[in-house]
């Protein structure tokens, strides 16, 4: 057994500075995901920064109707929030979707925004995976690969990013606030996540001690109107084949805004930019959107076991659009 070390502070600056200054430091949440790492070999940190002291706990309103998710929030706690149930629909249910009550009631949402990709050649520890060790190659390309991406993919990775969360908050132009050895800065929701290309072990552009304290939403009607679906092998707790988080405005028969984004099918939660632009000031009809679920698929790359994802996700993307507007 590795040996371990714990510390508990009660200020960010000093967490900020244990993990700054000692490479096999990291931060514990609620630790959903990091425990397990560490239990099975994968992460072999030798100090957890335990963070529940600091106040990062809260949902906060924002200027203009949006709301502060404190990264310390329970799921549990965020979903259930009034405020995050009215104005934006699609992230209360996909903090609902995205684990087992139990899990929900510990993790918190910047844990959940950082949680590592649930490949199981990454998690076995022996498998090649350049994301695990990098130079090693990628087991999964030519293996069983029936989960992973279609969409962001590289030579080097092609797992697909877990985080219901995150789709919704893609989807809406969230804000993510850190602070750190340099300060504080915010990081739009979208390039938070990092494409694998040759550096898949690269997953965020946070530097060493960089903490996550909030995620802003910011205020948007249309959110209101939005809903998350989750397609999965069974309805119990499950990562998802493809998720898709929408929502649209439709006026005289035509869509005047739409924010979509999807999960399962990419290496990060992934924008639908080229669906969203196919659909702007077009029919808001059945036709349209298929076309606009072919064009950001049209970019798919798939394996052996995956290709019933383009499908798949084409689908479901209509169902939603449908169904929303």
Same mark, same amino acid.
């Given at each position: ?6 510390a508990?502070?009660?200020?960010a ?19 959903t ?63 609902l ?50 989960g ?50 040759d ?34 092998? +069974?309805? #119990? !707790? *499950?990562? =998802? ?5 929408? /929502?649209? %405005? &439709?006026? @005289? ?32 009809? +059945?036709? #349209? !959107? *298929?076309? =606009? ?5 049209? /970019?798919? %790359? &798939?394996? @052996? ?21």
């Amino acid at each position: 057994m590795r040996p371990l070390s714990y510390a508990r502070p009660h200020d960010a600056a000093t967490a900020v500075a244990l993990v700054e200054h000692n490479p096999g430091a990291a931060f514990l949440a609620g630790g959903t995901t990091e425990v397990d790492l560490l239990r099975i070999g994968v992460h072999r940190h030798d100090l957890l920064v335990d963070i529940n002291e600091l106040p990062y706990r809260e949902v906060e309103e924002l200027p203009g109707g949006g709301l502060r998710l404190g990264a310390l929030a329970r799921m549990t706690d965020a979903a259930r929030d009034p405020r995050v149930m009215a104005r934006y629909p699609a992230v209360s249910q996909a903090l609902l979707l995205g684990a087992s009550e139990q899990l929900r009631n510990m993790a918190s949402i910047g844990g959940n925004l950082c949680q590592r990709v649930r490949c199981g050649y990454f998690r076995d520890g022996v498998s090649p995976c350049d994301k695990r060790d990098p130079g090693t190659g990628c087991a999964a390309l030519d293996g069983i690969n029936r989960g992973h991406a279609v969409l962001g993919t590289s030579s080097h990775c092609i797992a697909t990013h877990p985080s219901d969360l995150a789709v919704a908050l893609v989807a809406f132009d969230a804000v993510v606030h850190v602070i750190g050895p340099g300060g504080s800065r915010a990081i739009a929701i979208d390039d938070f996540y990092v494409l694998p290309g040759d550096a898949p072990q690269r997953e965020h552009p946070l530097g060493r001690g960089e903490l996550i304290v909030a995620v802003d939403l910011p205020g948007a009607a249309l959110a209101a109107r939005s809903t998350y679906v989750k397609i999965r092998d +069974r309805q #119990s !707790y *499950e990562f =998802a084949l493809v998720s898709v988080a929408a /929502a649209i %405005e &439709v006026s @005289e028969g035509a869509v005047r805004d739409v924010g979509l984004a999807l999960g399962g099918v990419g290496t990060k939660p992934w924008r639908a930019r080229r669906a969203e632009a196919e659909l702007m000031g077009a029919p808001a009809t +059945r036709e #349209s !959107y *298929e076309r =606009a679920a072919a064009a950001e698929l049209s /970019a798919a %790359e &798939v394996r @052996e076991h995956n290709a019933f994802k383009v499908p798949l996700a084409q689908r479901t993307i209509v169902r939603v659009l449908a169904g929303a507007a």
